[in-house]
């Protein structure tokens, strides 16, 4: 997936309303590393949520700190199959991704 920084360029991204990708990839680092409590220089890409301990209700509480930095929706709730298809940190930036590119307008 390409990241949300090359879809729009980061000239004019904020001028948008969106933050630019390395804005996106190192917030979305620190929540996790505040929820594992761990160093967010521990936290990558393709840092496993499963096994760093993560649990769907950590997913959850994730994406709401998530929804409440960004300003965002992110439709998925604890039956959602789509929390459970969240395997990586990566899965995660993606996943706010998308739904900044929802908000943002045509």
């Given at each position: 997936?390409?990241?949300?920084?090359?879809?729009?360029?980061?000239?004019?991204?904020?001028?948008?309303?969106?933050?630019?990708g390395?804005?996106?990839?190192?917030?979305?680092?620190?929540?996790?590393?505040?929820?594992?409590?761990?160093?967010?220089?521990e936290?990558?890409?393709?840092?496993n949520?499963?096994?760093?301990?993560?649990?769907?209700?950590d997913?959850?509480?994730?994406?709401?700190?998530?929804?409440?930095?960004?300003?965002?929706?992110?439709?998925?709730?604890?039956?959602?199959?789509?929390?459970?298809?969240?395997?990586?940190?990566?899965?995660?930036i993606?996943?706010?991704?998308?739904?900044?590119?929802?908000?943002?307008?045509?």
């Open positions: 997936m390409q990241r949300l920084a090359g879809s729009i360029g980061n000239i004019g991204a904020r001028e948008k309303g969106v933050d630019t390395m804005d996106i990839v190192q917030s979305v680092r620190e929540i996790v590393a505040q929820q594992l409590s761990r160093d967010v220089s936290i990558g890409d393709e840092t949520l499963e096994e760093s301990g993560y649990d769907s209700l997913v959850l509480e994730t994406i709401f700190a998530i929804e409440e930095k960004f300003n965002i929706r992110v439709p998925v709730d604890a039956n959602d199959p789509a929390v459970k298809s969240l395997k990586t940190v990566g899965d995660i993606g996943l706010v991704e998308q739904a900044l590119l929802k908000r943002m307008p045509a």
